[in-house]
């Protein structure tokens, strides 16, 4: 299952959500440049458990290093599947738990689940010399959260059967609950050294996602920063890929459904990508919406439609609903 985004939209622009994706890039591409001495800097800058239960191995490192570490290894990725599986995921869900915590809170939120991850990999792998590396516990903090913030959400999905993508919105605590799980079954029948892969780094973070919010939750928002959000950041676009319901009971040739767009877009125009589900098959196409568009009005896609036995395809008639993103 590959998650294409959530069902709700974020009132406003994740300022530190999108910083935080662009501090992990231009990490990594430092990482990347090392060359030889990459190993070097992974163990330098990684989270290596036995740095701090092995005094031969320590005294090799001063405090600041070893208390750095505890930070600095969650922006460090072991490739570019790595770095692109985490930072996807940070883009679906890290924007709502921004718009729900605010912009400060949620980077202190995000800094300390990382943390917290790391140490509780580290207490349960006390000896261990193998580095452990990426934001994998701090975005399973955020995936806490949101489990949390936002029950009734969907997560639109993607399926692959065999060659052909499917389309499915799965119920958030559904599609959360079961990735917690699995990572709950691995960390218990499998050994995190012989993986590569800090399953406990996952729960940890995860957990404490969950258990914080009870405390930022009764936290107000820094004013500095709630007027700096409030100020010029509010969006103003709805999604750009969009999955229309596919169903249509009337038995002409002709499908009938309906877009959202903002009234921004509505007025600027707006170009789309759709997705009609018809049983397993998925039709996409791009949608241009005209500059001053109206909420109701009908946009008439030709030759989109159903085909019909004598060969010949029906309309695509799309109507088309203002509502705000927030």
């Known amino acids: 299952m590959i998650p294409i985004r959530d069902t709700i939209p974020s009132k406003n622009y994740p300022v530190v959500n999108t910083t935080l994706i662009g501090v992990n890039i231009v990490v990594f591409l ?13 163990y330098t ?12 191995i320590s005294s090799h490192f001063t405090l600041t290093q070893q208390l750095f570490s505890l930070i ?25 738990v921004e718009d729900r915590l ?25 000896h261990s010399t193998v580095p452990t590396i990426g934001a994998s516990g701090a975005i399973a903090g955020v995936m806490g959260a949101y489990f949390i913030l936002y029950p009734n959400s969907k997560i639109l999905t993607l399926i692959p059967i065999v060659i052909f993508p ?37 729960v ?18 820094a004013s500095i920063w709630g007027s700096f959000k409030s100020a010029s950041f509010k969006k103003k676009t709805s999604p750009r890929f969009q999955v229309l319901k596919g169903a249509n009971l009337r038995q002409d040739r002709d499908l009938y459904e309906e877009i959202n767009i903002t009234p921004y877009e509505a007025a600027a125009g707006a170009k789309k990508t759709i997705n009609i589900p018809w049983g397993f098959y ?8 005209p500059a001053g568009t109206r909420d109701g009005m009908i946009l008439r896609l030709k030759g989109i439609g159903k085909q019909m036995p004598d060969g010949q395809k029906g309309d695509l008639l799309l109507k088309v609903r203002l509502q705000q993103p927030w």
Request: aromatic share 24%; with cysteine.
């Open 282 to 289: 998925n039709r996409f196409y791009n949608v241009t919406i």
């Open 204 to 221: 940890g973070g995860f957990v404490f996602g969950v258990v914080s919010l009870k405390f930022f939750n009764v936290l107000p928002e």
């Open 45 to 56: 800058y990684g989270l290596v458990p036995a740095r701090f239960s092995i005094p031969y």
């Open 102 to 126: 605010g912009s400060f809170y949620y980077l202190v939120f995000y800094l300390l689940c990382g943390l917290i991850s790391g140490l509780f990999h580290l207490i349960l792998n006390y």
């Open 72 to 96: 600095s290894f969650m922006f460090l990725h072991g490739g570019f599947m790595h770095i692109l599986g985490n930072l996807w995921t940070l883009y679906i869900f890290g924007d709502n």
């Open 30 to 42: 430092i990482q990347m440049s090392q060359g030889i001495g990459l190993e070097r800097f992974i």
């Open 166 to 202: 499917w389309f499915v919105e799965i119920p958030a605590v559904f599609f959360l609950g079961f990735w917690f799980v699995m990572q709950l079954f691995n960390a218990a029948f499998s050994s995190a050294m012989a993986s590569g892969i800090a399953w406990w780094a996952h």
